[in-house]
């Protein structure tokens, strides 16, 4: 797509109406759709609020705390419970406290749902999870499955981890949360610049209306985190954006014809399937790029050119190099 990096905004689902529309109208002066897990513990004016909102919604299950104990039947049943609840089939899921469960993975896989987003990349401390989407594959007792589901990583610690002052409904230390809240910005910031950018990757906050937007100033640890982000060439974009891209890309094929002077590329895909903005890297300048259908556009990088343009089926693209 031309850019070096993307970055989502993921809130699960708890805290008061004052404090959603607190990240809400932040979020909205920046022109930024949070995707948000809802579950079945979600109370009327909250649901309808959010339903309202526009905003794409995922599920997190509708009532068991932890997925890691289901067998498949509990599995099934608490995934429809919840798409009965909100009256809808979602496509993307995050287990509570994000302890994905087997099973539950399974069924997950069994009824359509495109993509996971429980397991935490950390490439700060450790290397867990990834920066980069990827299909999951799951095993158990031996046994394991490829599934067609996509993992897009959040960042391994959420607000509740900095900002656990918060918790139970009493009113913070002051000096405590500005600490708390320092070392959070902080934590998100250093997470952007060395374990997102040295490669390239996707950053999707993981947060807390109840935590993050308590109050104007644990606000700032996220507003502080976009304006950082939006200085850098990244697609600020959701999770739903960000599967169906990449489970578009898994669905191409391109047949390359030339030499170091002149190539033709030909795309092979799905008759229904039309993706925006796909970017090829090429090691050498391009001098000028023609495209079947729309414009191709080239943009110089450091280590050579990108090349921008429109894919689906029998499109082509010629490409003169200098």
């Known amino acids: 797509m031309g850019y070096d990096y993307a970055f989502c905004v993921s809130l699960n689902a708890s805290g008061e109406l004052d404090q959603y529309e607190r990240v809400f109208r932040m979020l909205d002066e920046r022109k930024i759709q949070p995707g948000i897990f809802v579950n079945g513990s979600v109370g009327e004016e909250i649901k309808s609020m959010l339903i309202n909102s526009g905003y794409p919604l995922a599920s997190s299950g509708y009532g068991y705390i932890r997925h890691t104990d289901l067998k498949y039947p509990q599995a099934v049943e608490d ?3 919840n798409e009965n609840y909100w009256d809808r089939n979602f496509t993307g899921f995050r287990f509570p406290y994000t ?3 087997y099973w539950s993975l399974l069924a997950l896989g069994e009824h359509d749902y495109l993509f996971e ?3 935490g990349a950390d490439n700060l401390d450790f290397f867990h999870g990834s920066i980069v989407p990827y299909n999951l594959v799951i095993s158990n ?3 394991y499955r490829s599934t067609d589901i996509l993992e897009i990583a959040p960042t391994y610690h959420d607000d509740y981890y900095f900002l656990n002052a918060i918790k139970g409904g009493r009113e913070p230390d002051s000096n405590l949360l500005d600490k708390n809240i320092k070392v959070y910005r902080k934590y998100l910031s250093n997470y952007w610049e060395y374990a ?3 490669y390239n990757g996707l950053m999707v906050y993981l947060g807390h209306p109840a935590y993050v937007g308590f109050n104007d100033s644990t606000l700032t640890a996220l507003s502080g985190l ?3 982000v939006q200085d850098d060439n990244t697609w600020m974009t959701s999770l739903d954006e960000v599967a169906e891209f990449r489970k578009g890309l898994g669905k191409l094929s391109f047949y390359v014809e030339g030499d170091v002077k002149r190539q033709k590329i030909v795309v092979d895909a799905p008759e229904y ?3 925006e903005d796909v970017c090829l890297n090429f090691p050498m300048d391009i001098k000028n790029a023609e495209a079947k259908k729309g414009k191709a556009r080239i943009k110089k990088t450091p280590g050579g050119s990108q090349l921008i343009f429109e894919a689906s089926n029998r499109q082509s693209v010629t490409v ?3």
């Open 79 to 81: 995934i429809l419970l």
């Open 99 to 101: 302890n994905p469960g």
């Open 117 to 119: 987003s429980s397991i």
């Open 141 to 143: 007792e031996g046994f």
């Open 196 to 198: 997102v950018k040295p």
């Open 226 to 228: 976009i304006d950082q």
């Open 273 to 275: 399937l039309v993706l």
């Open 320 to 322: 003169e190099f200098e």
